[in-house]
């Protein structure tokens, strides 16, 4: 469940990373929507690295690096 959470906001994150670029590209110079998508993606990245955290902390998520 940890897991496809994490995927959910990798992936609301990459949508919110595009949606800023297409507000970069299109809108006028007035426009605060592109300001407002970066916020949105600083706030997933991160609610992402907390459930990380989280997950590392609680134990459901392991590394299993060899160093």
Request: proline letters at 2%.
């Given at each position: ?5 994490i ?38 990245a ?8 989280y ?13």
């Open positions: 469940m940890l897991k496809a959470a995927v959910l906001m990798l992936l609301a994150t990459v949508a919110s990373l595009f949606s800023g670029l297409v507000f970069l590209v299109k809108d006028d110079e007035n426009s605060t929507r592109l300001l407002k998508a970066l916020t949105v993606r600083v706030t997933l991160a609610l992402t690295i907390g459930l990380v955290a997950g590392l902390i609680s134990g459901q998520l392991v590394s299993h690096a060899p160093f």
